[in-house]
């Protein structure tokens, strides 16, 4: 199956390029808010979108899988999960979106254990293939 993605990404060579962007100790918001190098590209969102491209049988599994694990994934500090599905595909895309400071500290513990547990049951849905988890900003413009 084709792979469709609505997601642009670009290549960046770490998550240190989500750091936060030093305010000169002057306090402007409640917000933690980060920038892109110079790019002008800021956020104060990071979301984990993970998943891939199946079939109708799969998709019903990985939604049975997401039922499964919502509650998990919603307990999060500050999380907000979203399902994508492509109509034409079937790619089913799971985002956990968190503000920048609730991200951190689930950065730090390496996303664990709920993503690697998560991704590994989704790997062992038959019928799915391009299992990835990617590492986006989220903003709302």
Same mark, same amino acid.
């Given at each position: 199956?084709?792979?469709?993605?609505? @997601?642009?990404?670009?290549?960046? /060579?770490?998550?240190?390029?989500?750091?936060?962007?030093?305010?000169?100790?002057?306090?402007?918001?409640?917000?933690?808010?980060?920038? !892109?190098?110079?790019? /002008?590209?800021?956020?104060?969102?990071?979301?984990?979108?993970?998943? /891939?491209?199946?079939?109708?049988?799969?998709?019903?599994?990985?939604?049975? #899988?997401?039922?499964?694990?919502?509650?998990?994934?919603?307990?999060?500090?500050?999380?907000?999960?979203?399902? =994508?599905?492509?109509?034409?595909?079937?790619?089913?895309?799971?985002?956990?979106? =968190?503000? #920048?400071?609730?991200?951190?500290?689930? &950065?730090? &513990?390496?996303?664990?254990?709920?993503?690697?547990?998560?991704?590994?049951? @989704?790997?062992?849905?038959? /019928?799915?293939?391009?299992?990835?988890?990617?590492? !986006?900003?989220?903003?709302? #413009?």
């Amino acid at each position: 199956m084709k792979l469709i993605s609505l @997601l642009a990404t670009a290549a960046i /060579g770490s998550t240190q390029a989500f750091a936060p962007v030093s305010n000169n100790g002057k306090t402007v918001s409640t917000h933690l808010r980060a920038e !892109i190098g110079d790019s /002008g590209v800021a956020f104060e969102h990071v979301a984990r979108p993970s998943g /891939g491209p199946g079939d109708s049988e799969s998709l019903k599994a990985c939604q049975s #899988l997401l039922s499964e694990y919502l509650p998990k994934l919603k307990a999060l500090p500050g999380a907000q999960v979203t399902r =994508q599905v492509c109509g034409g595909c079937l790619d089913f895309k799971v985002s956990i979106t =968190q503000p #920048l400071e609730e991200h951190g500290a689930w &950065a730090e &513990a390496n996303y664990d254990p709920i993503e690697s547990e998560f991704m590994e049951k @989704l790997k062992g849905i038959e /019928g799915t293939s391009l299992h990835e988890v990617q590492e !986006i900003t989220f903003e709302t #413009l």
